[in-house]
């Protein structure tokens, strides 16, 4: 079974301070995303890596930074915390072969910014 | 441009009944690929099943089932004999299989809300 885990279940920050949420999967696959998660929005890629050191913007980069230094971690970092950032984050990993393009997630961290 | 409509916001029924999840894709594309995820309260998707866009044969796993047309653009999920356990939040998807298979990005559709009473 594939197994991708995130550090945190529940998070609580207070605005400015930078956060550190980790993902780390263990089917050795290539590439690793990070989602945000909000009520009527639904879900949002803010990055993805397709390799170690690789990272692309996803669509609501802003704000967020990426570090993949281990294949099998991938680390979605918040700068300065905002209110605006108070979310559901969601990891999800998937192999690098061709047809294999289905995605498996962690439990996801409910991170709440006051 | 890739998108997926899911016009059921919440649905709710009685358990034992049957019930089908609506889901009608856009793409461009020749080659693509339809999912379907199941979000339990525990928030954590779990995926349900990967269908290719040559691939139009109906598939049943226990009491699910999945009807895939590409005349209408639709991939419909069907629960039969539904039971409390699969009140969740049911998410469509597709991905195109672009030449960088790497950079092949699932887009996700709104989600439909399934409640099963008892």
């Known amino acids: 079974d594939v197994k991708v885990t995130q550090s945190s279940r529940y998070l609580v920050k207070r605005t400015g301070e930078k956060v550190f949420l980790e993902c780390v999967q263990d089917?050795?696959?290539?590439?690793m995303f990070w989602y945000r998660q909000d009520p009527g929005l639904g879900l949002r890629l803010i990055y993805f890596?397709?390799?170690?050191?690789?990272?692309e913007k996803g669509d609501i980069p802003e704000g967020y930074s990426v570090s993949r230094e281990k294949k099998e971690r991938f680390s979605l970092i918040l700068e300065s915390a905002s209110t605006n950032q108070t979310s559901m984050y969601l990891c999800?990993?998937?192999?690098?072969?061709?047809?294999?393009?289905?995605?498996?997630f962690g439990p996801g961290t409910r991170l709440t910014v006051t | 441009a890739q998108k997926v409509t899911q016009a059921q916001t919440e649905i709710s029924v009685v358990e034992k009944e049957d019930v089908t999840l609506d889901c009608v894709y856009e793409?461009?594309?020749?080659?693509?690929?339809l999912f379907w995820y199941k979000q339990p309260p525990s928030g954590e998707l779990v995926f349900l099943i990967r269908?290719?866009?040559?691939?139009?044969q109906n598939e049943i796993s226990g009491r699910y089932s999945w009807n895939f047309q590409k005349s209408t653009s639709s991939f419909n999920f069907t629960i039969t004999a539904s039971q409390v356990v699969d009140s969740a939040v049911y998410f469509c998807?597709?991905?195109?299989?672009?030449?960088?298979?790497?950079?092949?990005?699932?887009?996700f559709g709104s989600g439909t809300r399934l409640s099963i009473r008892p």
């Open positions: 998807a597709l991905s195109e299989a672009s030449g960088y298979s790497s950079a092949s990005k699932i887009i």
């Open positions: 890596s397709y390799d170690v050191k690789m990272k």
């Open positions: 999800a990993s998937r192999p690098g072969s061709a047809g294999r393009y289905e995605q498996y």
């Open positions: 793409t461009r594309d020749t080659t693509y690929y």
């Open positions: 089917m050795d696959h290539e590439n």
């Open positions: 269908r290719n866009s040559f691939d139009e």
